[in-house]
């Protein structure tokens, strides 16, 4: 099994309509949480991290639920430039700064 | 700002041959880590080396060596190209603390004939 699963899409999406996914985690000692994002292989880059409260940036808001070991993202309002990789990316505790990687979410908006 | 700095792009090697990635920060970063990228796989670890003068076998090591030459550099070498390691491969640094994201160079994409 691995240590972080995401459905890979591709989910498609009108412009301006709302669109939600989540990643499930294994480790329950995982202890930090990440959305990135990845533009057609280019490199990935960090699009938020994930609190336990929840957290909102923007349009874009993470939510972590610790018992069912899973984080979500939910994108508002689509934009054509919200099409992306979303990776969801898990540091643990005893690691050296050391992220397992989601093979990522495909998000397409359509005009 | 240049943040994190892989040469190089783009190679093509035929097997057998060896060559070295270079990856260099200069954002102070104690941590480095490279990562190769598959069709339909997350990033999967090599290497990394936790503080100048340490490097750890990650999650994929086979094939692969790795010098962390000062705090600024870590590179990765392929002693003897095979097909399989034709991938996408990204270096990252970060402080490691938990709740620190990684910051990652633009990837070199190498191809082995």
């Known amino acids: 099994r691995k240590e972080v699963e995401q459905d890979p899409g591709p989910f498609n999406v009108p412009e301006g309509a709302t669109v939600a996914f989540n990643c499930t985690y294994s480790n329950s000692a995982s202890q930090s949480f990440f959305w990135y994002r990845q533009d057609c292989r280019k490199e990935p880059k960090l699009l938020m991290s994930?609190?336990?409260s929840g957290n909102e940036d923007g349009r874009f808001t993470a939510q972590l639920n610790r018992a069912s070991q899973y984080i979500s993202l939910l994108i508002r309002d689509s934009k054509l430039s919200d099409s992306a990789t979303y990776l969801c990316v898990v540091h643990q505790t005893d690691s050296w700064g050391k992220l397992q990687f989601g093979a990522g979410t495909q998000v397409v908006v359509t005009p | 700002n240049a943040g994190v700095t892989q040469t190089p792009k783009f190679q093509v090697l035929k097997t057998g041959q060896s060559m070295t990635l270079q990856c260099a920060q200069d954002?102070?970063?104690?941590?480095m880590y490279w990562y190769r990228q598959d069709p339909g796989m997350g990033l999967r670890l090599i290497y990394y080396?936790?503080?100048?003068?340490?490097?750890d076998k990650g999650e994929v090591p086979n094939g692969y060596n790795v010098s962390r030459l000062n705090k600024r550099e870590f590179s990765l070498r392929l002693e003897s190209a095979a097909p399989s390691q034709t991938s996408v491969y990204f270096c990252?640094?970060?402080?490691?603390?938990?709740?620190?994201?990684?910051?990652f160079g633009d990837g070199t994409r190498l191809s082995i004939l």
């Open positions: 990252a640094s970060t402080i490691p603390l938990g709740d620190q994201p990684q910051h």
């Open positions: 080396s936790a503080s100048e003068g340490t490097t």
């Open positions: 994930v609190y336990s």
């Open positions: 954002m102070n970063h104690n941590s």
